[in-house]
């Protein structure tokens, strides 16, 4: 086969975090605000990052209750003619609250939605044990939760311990 008909990729190197704050540190104001307009342009998870940083993080206890709106609004959704679909929709609730999760980088308010996720399910009435992989899901979340909160102060440890407690099948 001719070199001319070979196709040929080649990868781009991404810059480490380091090598990027120390461009991004020299450069003026307007071209930061270009950068950050240009990468809101082309990804709809940057856009809802920039979003949250600019106009919600100042309010983390407003952005919470936000996020428990929109939680009860999908259970409020939920298909449960099939444990199948609710399976699925759970898992769809649950990839909307750990994005939102990533975008605070909060351990409080990980704890705060997840620990109202598990309530959400407790409370639909979903047959948690009937179905090994919705089982398994629940007890995960269980599981972060615990993980998370052995990361936070003392008297929150014990505060939320409580509403663990409560959760555990």
Same mark, same amino acid.
């Given at each position: 086969?001719?070199?001319?008909?070979? #196709?040929?990729?080649? $990868?781009?190197?991404?810059?480490?975090?380091?090598?990027?704050?120390?461009?991004?540190?020299?450069?003026?104001?307007?071209?930061?605000?270009?950068?950050?307009?240009?990468?809101?342009?082309?990804?709809?998870?940057?856009?809802?990052?920039? =979003?949250?940083?600019? $106009?919600?993080? @100042?309010?983390?206890?407003? +952005?919470?209750? !936000?996020?428990?709106?929109?939680?009860?609004?999908? $259970?409020?959704?939920?298909?449960? !003619?099939?444990?199948?679909?609710?399976?699925?929709? *759970?898992?769809?609730?649950?990839?909307?609250?750990? =994005? @939102?999760?990533?975008? =605070?980088? !909060?351990?409080? #308010?990980?704890? &705060? *939605?997840?620990? +109202?996720?598990?309530? !959400?399910?407790?409370?639909?009435?979903?047959?948690?044990?009937?179905?090994?992989?919705?089982?398994?899901?629940?007890?995960?979340? *269980?599981?972060?939760?615990?993980?998370?909160?052995?990361?936070?102060?003392? &008297?929150?440890? +014990?505060?939320?311990?409580?509403?663990?407690?409560? *959760?555990?099948?």
């Amino acid at each position: 086969m001719p070199i001319a008909n070979r #196709v040929i990729f080649v $990868f781009m190197r991404s810059a480490s975090v380091h090598e990027l704050k120390q461009e991004l540190v020299t450069l003026p104001v307007e071209a930061l605000t270009d950068l950050c307009l240009r990468l809101a342009k082309y990804k709809k998870e940057n856009k809802e990052l920039l =979003t949250y940083l600019l $106009f919600e993080a @100042h309010d983390e206890a407003g +952005y919470v209750e !936000s996020v428990k709106k929109e939680v009860d609004e999908q $259970f409020a959704q939920v298909n449960y !003619s099939n444990l199948y679909f609710v399976k699925k929709t *759970l898992r769809k609730i649950l990839k909307n609250i750990n =994005t @939102h999760i990533r975008y =605070t980088g !909060s351990s409080q #308010v990980t704890i &705060d *939605l997840l620990i +109202y996720f598990c309530q !959400s399910i407790k409370a639909s009435g979903i047959p948690i044990e009937k179905n090994p992989i919705i089982a398994n899901l629940y007890k995960g979340q *269980l599981q972060k939760i615990n993980k998370t909160l052995s990361n936070l102060h003392e &008297d929150l440890q +014990y505060d939320y311990s409580k509403a663990v407690a409560a *959760l555990e099948l």
